[in-house]
């Protein structure tokens, strides 16, 4: 079992920056992919990006990939998604999740843990 923990939302303006962090239980951390979704009100939940367990590898959407990065400390249990240049269209709840996979996956039925999410809202 994994548990998971995100911090760091809040409201910005347009052009601004935040960054999240994923606190995760356990002393396998390094062991699982981490994905960031983020779900606004009436769509679907989406997938921002992901890193692999050892963090060789990234992979984001496409809006976001020049503006937002993904990396984890394994030695702290913790994931993190800087934010720059916020639009309002990147106003959601964003959800880290965990799969016990060597490679990241898009598709948010793999992962089995998740967190309980951090509101970040845009404004313009």
């Known amino acids: 079992q994994v548990q998971l923990v995100e911090s760091g939302g809040g409201l910005v303006q347009a052009g601004g920056s935040l960054r999240l962090s994923c606190a995760a239980s356990?002393?396998?951390?390094?062991?699982?992919?981490m994905g960031w979704f983020r779900q606004a009100p009436g769509k679907e939940r989406e997938f921002v990006g992901g890193i692999t367990g050892n963090s060789r590898s990234t992979y984001y959407l496409a809006s976001v990939k020049d503006r937002f990065t993904i990396s984890r400390d394994n030695a702290k249990n913790t994931v993190y998604l800087q934010m720059n240049n916020l639009k309002p269209e990147d106003t959601a709840a964003y959800y880290c999740?965990?799969?016990?996979?060597?490679?990241?996956?898009?598709?948010?039925?793999?992962?089995?843990?998740w967190g309980q999410g951090t509101q970040v809202t845009v404004s313009s």
């Open positions: 356990g002393r396998t951390f390094s062991t699982y992919s």
């Open positions: 999740a965990a799969a016990r996979t060597t490679g990241v996956t898009r598709t948010p039925t793999m992962y089995p843990y």
